[in-house]
């Protein structure tokens, strides 16, 4: 052999190695985002382009046949949990692989801006109103440098489903209105100053209304909250208030941008928070956890004829192990399937408070035993299995 052939490979070859290296690396590449087939609830869930999937209290809109997942995108270490980026979105046509939209709507770098850099985001929730073709997106808002002081439920608009989403305010809802529910008798009870939180006597004063009549002049506490969209077009808003103590749920406006003043209490003093809500067969079902923070803790359902009440308690939906932890997770949403009749999600946060953005997701099918809602965990399944097509 000429000795220049063996040091130096001839062009062809050098070529030839190229493209099979790249051959080679594009077959792992592909192998990496080969499309999922299931769901694998509490695992690393990548999006299309490898990346875990950063939508966390998330809700989802079902718009001309794709699905868009909104979240709070979280990021790394102690700040992780309040708002560094924004608000973001995800498609999907199949519920199992989802596309990055990026993110719809961004904090902002002006001071004092209620949406402020480092401002708390949290259970972003989409609805589209057919009257007005708008997106509107409600979210859990907290200012600042404050805490969870601010207790606020916060409105973005946009023209487009993948946004921009544009602030527009930050609101207590329902100011100096009282609940449908709420006897007038009760409106000018006076409770000593100095009750005892937890005590029999403070319970049935959160009962009879103390904390809501404390908030009747500036409105309503909101803190966990979702959307709920019904079969006539109505919206409804279901929020964590009175110090977490009672959910409330209110009615939009007809353009989904206000509160129209009409709500009830629900369970008050019951600690309930992080509400889900879907309607089968004119039945609402209520789900929530209780009130342990980041920590996870047994769920709870109610269902109603009437989004109005009465609702009754129908206790944990979750049987078998954990689920007196609703499987290490807590609720944000529960998605009723296009297509598919009785077929719903339950969507859940499986927090990581020190790593925000390791949260994972825990997708599980809703079951049905004489019409109750049960869960149970399962480490992999499939849409086409679990449900009646
Ligand atoms: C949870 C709530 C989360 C977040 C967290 C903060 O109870 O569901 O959305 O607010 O508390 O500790």
């Known amino acids: 052999m000429h000795p220049q052939t063996k040091k130096y490979a001839h062009p062809t070859i050098v070529i030839v190695i190229a493209i099979l290296t790249l051959a080679n690396t594009f077959t792992i590449n592909s192998q990496n985002v080969k499309p999922y087939n299931s769901f694998r609830p509490g695992e690393v869930w990548l999006d299309t382009d490898s990346t875990h999937i950063n939508a966390h209290g998330g ?17 790394t270490g102690a700040k992780g949990n309040t708002a560094q980026i924004g608000v973001s979105c995800y498609s999907s046509t199949d519920l199992y692989n989802w596309k990055n939209e990026g993110i719809v709507l961004k904090v902002s770098d002006e001071n004092g801006s209620e949406i402020e850099k480092g401002c708390v985001i949290e259970r972003p929730k989409v609805i589209y109103n057919k009257k007005t073709k708008k997106y509107v997106m409600w979210f859990h808002l907290e200012l600042k440098g404050k805490g969870y002081k601010a207790a606020k439920t916060a409105l973005a608009v946009s023209n487009h489903v993948v946004g921009p989403y544009h602030f527009v305010k930050s609101v207590r809802p329902n100011q100096k209105q009282w609940p449908l529910n709420y006897p007038d008798t009760l409106q000018t009870k006076k409770y000593p100053k100095d009750l005892e939180w937890w005590s029999p006597a403070w319970y049935t004063a959160i009962d009879e209304g103390l904390l809501l009549k404390l908030d009747f002049e500036k409105g309503q506490m909101s803190r ?7 079969d006539d077009g109505k919206a409804y808003h279901i929020h964590a208030a009175e110090e977490n103590l009672t959910l409330q749920i209110s009615e939009l406006t007809n353009d989904y941008q206000n509160f129209t003043g009409k709500y009830i209490r629900l369970f008050p003093a019951g600690h309930n928070e992080a509400p889900a809500i879907f309607k089968r067969n004119g039945i609402y079902y209520l789900m929530a956890s209780g009130c342990t923070g980041w920590a996870p803790n047994a769920a709870r359902m109610f269902k109603a004829k009437s989004i109005w009440g009465p609702w009754k308690k129908l206790g944990n939906p979750c049987i078998g192990p954990e689920a007196d932890l609703t499987f290490k997770s807590q609720s944000t949403y529960i998605l009723p399937v296009n297509g598919k009749k009785d077929s719903f999600i339950y969507m859940g946060d499986r927090w990581q408070p020190k790593n925000p953005i390791d949260g994972r997701y825990i997708w599980l099918p809703i079951q049905f035993k004489n019409d109750q809602p049960i869960i149970k965990w399962e480490d992999e399944w499939m849409l086409s299995t679990t449900h009646s097509k």
Do not use: Q
Not at 59 to 75: A, C, Q, R, S
Not at 224 to 230: C, E, G, I
């Open 224 to 230: 966990d909250m979702t959307l709920f969209v019904d």
């Open 59 to 75: 809700g989802i809109l079902y718009n001309k046949g794709v699905y868009y997942w909104f979240g709070e995108f979280k990021t």
